[in-house]
């Protein structure tokens, strides 16, 4: 069985909070090929670190962070003495030391997205992911090299065909809805699977005997073949 590609899921959700640089670095020593990092806008426009709507749950603060200018997302404990970080400082942090996933989760950020990291030479692999498969439309325009992750929740009736519409090089899938026979459909397509959120060690090793590509996991230490 050979060796899948580590993912760190918000950096490494199951040893720091969450999306923070702590994450990531927490991600970066436990050798991780890519850390994950979900990505939302501020009131000022400012592209941030984070999954919810809303900073309610990761952070001593309340509000919708698309109502918040990124000054007062700063004044936030993310917990851990951890901040909400901006992409430019994910990107800074990571920057020559692992890949990033980068998780778009609002409609109109695309182009933004591919300029932030275009602004700062970020040269290791970026793989741009969604559940929102316009956006995916839209990073291929402002960046036509670039990698792109279909993410689907519950499956589609036809998920390859439905997959190979935005030209994939990758798609990620719940890791309790793969199956071999669809790893090996998306194959012949040439598409690479990876499946998430897969933390234990049986549901890790289940993704891997069904033959897919990489894990997205809060424990990114467990995914290995032993």
Do not use: W
Not at 4 to 18: I, T
Not at 119 to 141: C, M, N, W
């Amino acid at each position: 069985m050979r060796q899948p590609v580590r993912v760190g899921h918000r950096g490494a959700a199951g040893h720091a909070p969450e999306n923070t640089l702590g994450a990531i670095q927490k991600g970066i020593a436990l050798g991780v090929d890519f850390v994950e990092i979900d990505v939302r806008r501020t009131a000022d426009g400012v592209l941030v670190a984070l999954h919810d709507e809303t900073v309610n749950r990761t952070t001593n603060g309340k509000g919708r962070v698309d109502r918040l200018s990124l000054r007062n997302v700063k004044k936030l404990d993310a917990e851990n003495g951890e901040q909400i970080p901006t992409l430019a400082e994910v990107l800074e942090v990571s920057a020559g030391r692992v890949g990033l996933m980068l998780e778009l989760k609002i409609e109109g950020m695309a182009r933004q997205t591919v300029e932030a990291v275009r602004q700062t030479g970020f040269k290791d692999p970026v793989i741009y992911a969604s559940f929102l498969h316009d956006e995916l439309i839209q990073i291929r325009a402002a960046d036509p090299e670039a990698s792109l992750m279909v993410l689907f929740g519950r499956l589609p009736h036809t998920p390859v065909t439905r997959a190979k519409e935005y030209s994939p090089s990758h798609v990620g899938l719940r890791h309790d809805t793969v199956t071999r026979r669809l790893v090996e459909a998306f194959h012949r397509s040439n598409i690479l699977v990876f499946v998430y959120t897969a933390n234990s060690r049986r549901d890790i090793l289940r993704a891997l005997s069904l033959g897919v590509d990489g894990v997205i996991s809060n424990f990114p230490e467990r995914i290995n073949t032993e």
